[in-house]
């Protein structure tokens, strides 16, 4: 009688790791990711620092893009939506989920994200619609809902304009070194992002070309 072969992994999901060992191998992670960075990550630094065997972590996670990408939204919650039914206080209620953010660990790691993003696609990839995907949804959502109210300009740029709180916020993070408190997630709304929101459009100046 012939063996029978093991079966593919091929459309079979792995058995999964749960509980206090997932949170455990996925707190490692971050870890290794924070000492080292991304390109020097490896499974076997995480099954180290874990205290679990490789095959363990194979049975989960398919390579080190997923199981980093799992970390990292195991560390930070997803962003709860906001329908205060006024657009700015939309903007400061879902945003200053962003404050108190930005200890020397989570500084670390993003700035070792920073690598994987340009190194590395196929993390890139699912990175911005498992991590971003969601932020700007919810962001999208308070434009659109602000937009049907009439509190902002109908003609107004939705891809422009959703990253800039964050783009803000952020760079005054790693590059300043300035925490994201309410006060400054508010001010930046309110002197910033509502005011830009509002106010008309001038037309463009079109040059003319003297040849």
Request: with cysteine; proline share 6%.
């Amino acid at each position: 009688m012939s063996a029978v072969p093991p079966p593919s992994d091929t459309g079979v999901s792995r058995p999964r790791v749960a509980g206090d060992r997932e949170l455990e191998i996925l707190e490692a992670t971050l870890d290794v990711l924070a000492d080292v960075g991304y390109d020097r990550l490896t499974m076997d630094a995480v099954a180290t620092k874990a205290k679990a065997s490789k095959a363990t972590l194979y049975r989960r996670w398919s390579g080190k893009s997923t199981l980093v990408l799992d970390a990292l939204l195991k560390e930070k919650d997803q962003p709860v939506p906001v329908d205060t039914g006024s657009f700015r206080d939309d903007l400061v209620q879902s945003y200053c989920q962003m404050s108190g953010e930005g200890g020397q660990r989570q500084v670390t790691i993003f700035t070792q994200l920073l690598t994987a993003l340009s190194r590395d696609p196929e993390f890139a990839a699912e990175f911005r619609i498992r991590f971003i995907g969601p932020k700007e949804a919810l962001g999208r959502a308070i434009y659109e809902r602000a937009k049907a109210r009439g509190e902002i300009r109908a003609d107004l740029d939705v891809d422009l304009f959703g990253p800039a709180i964050a783009g803000i916020v952020l760079h005054r993070l790693y590059i300043l070194g300035e925490q994201p408190t309410e006060d400054l997630i508010t001010r930046v709304v309110d002197e910033i992002v509502v005011p830009a929101a509002t106010c008309p459009t001038k037309p463009r100046e079109v040059k003319e070309s003297h040849g």
